[in-house]
């Protein structure tokens, strides 16, 4: 969403029983280097999401219910 500020470099959204988020929903942080998903009931993590937020240094994600991470090369923009 463009009402969301890009400056943001810190981000929890913790114990909030989200099950998903988007890429789009946190793309528009481009400075973001620290993001905290623990404690809710996340399944799955869109495979673009560490693309879109190419300052991400530190994700937490305790306590879900991921059953498996994007590929390491695709979080580095390596290749297969």
Do not use: M
Request: net charge neutral.
């Amino acid at each position: 969403p463009s009402d969301q500020p890009s400056g943001i470099q810190w981000l929890s959204i913790s114990d909030n029983k989200l099950t998903s988020v988007s890429e789009r929903s946190l793309g528009c942080l481009v400075n973001l280097t620290h993001l905290n998903l623990s404690n809710n009931a996340l399944t799955a993590l869109p495979s673009n999401l560490f693309v879109v937020l190419p300052q991400l240094r530190v994700l937490q994600l305790q306590h879900n219910k991921l059953g498996s991470l994007p590929d390491v090369k695709e979080i580095a923009g390596g290749s297969s």
